[in-house]
């Protein structure tokens, strides 16, 4: 198994510029979770999603961000427009949801860098 | 969420075993203690978690005070690999999406 992919690995753009991350979960997994990590603020649940559908977004910082599932192999973060404090590492996971049990897959991470 | 409380930085010896602790005094009765680590430049990857009993796998051992209130993560003999942020986390099973709420982790510095 390739495990969690995200594309691209790194990204650079400009201030009010259109970026979208993406990310290929774990086949046969039926979560699937967004994270943004920055030096100052940690590691932070942006949103989740079950079973293809958003179940918590609270964690999503604005209207500049959203996300969508489409299918259970695919997913994507959209960031528009974007600004410099959204530079971070944001990482999608995982998880085959059995109880309390199931452990999260995170990918490699994409770095991001609004300039 | 229930919180967790870390040291923020521990030190170790190449092959010495080192203990991780974590207090969650808040802990509700179906609370689950996981544990994740992240290794530089890489996501959090899982690896122990628990309920009640103690917990071996082939990563760690886990131990949980009887009263659940504390837990220890115990790797057996620490390796330079081993150099990461141990996150200690409770997950609620009342509502089985699978949450998690990082802290800020305990960063473990191995020493050859």
């Known amino acids: 198994d390739a495990g969690v992919i995200q594309s691209p690995r790194h990204e650079v753009t400009e201030m009010g510029q259109e970026v979208t991350l993406r990310c290929k979960p774990i086949?046969?997994?039926?979560?699937l979770f967004w994270y943004r990590q920055t030096m100052m603020r940690g590691l932070e649940l942006l949103i989740y999603?079950?079973?293809?559908?958003?179940?918590?977004d609270s964690g999503m910082p604005e209207d500049r961000f959203s996300a969508k599932m489409p299918n259970a192999s695919f997913s994507t973060l959209k960031i528009q427009p974007s600004e410099p404090r959204d530079s971070a590492v944001y990482f999608c996971?995982?998880?085959?949801?059995?109880?309390?049990?199931?452990?999260?897959?995170f990918g490699p991470g994409t770095r991001l860098t609004v300039l | 969420d229930a919180k967790t409380t870390q040291p923020n930085s521990m030190e170790s010896n190449e092959e010495e075993p080192v203990h991780l602790p974590c207090n969650h005094s808040?802990?509700?009765?179906?609370?689950?203690i996981h544990w994740y680590r992240q290794l530089p430049s890489q996501g959090p990857e899982y690896v122990i978690h628990?309920?009640?009993s103690n917990v071996n796998n082939r990563m760690a051992s886990l131990a949980i005070a009887e009263d659940r209130k504390s837990s220890t993560l115990i790797l057996h003999r620490a390796t330079l690999r081993d150099a990461a942020v141990y996150y200690c986390?409770?997950?609620?099973?009342?509502?089985?999406?699978?949450?998690?709420?990082f802290g800020q982790g305990t960063t473990l510095q191995v020493k050859p």
């Open positions: 996971a995982s998880s085959l949801i059995l109880l309390a049990g199931g452990e999260q897959f």
């Open positions: 999603f079950n079973n293809n559908v958003p179940i918590d």
């Open positions: 086949s046969g997994h039926n979560s």
């Open positions: 986390i409770l997950r609620g099973s009342s509502s089985n999406t699978g949450k998690l709420i």
């Open positions: 808040t802990i509700s009765g179906t609370d689950y």
């Open positions: 628990g309920l009640t």
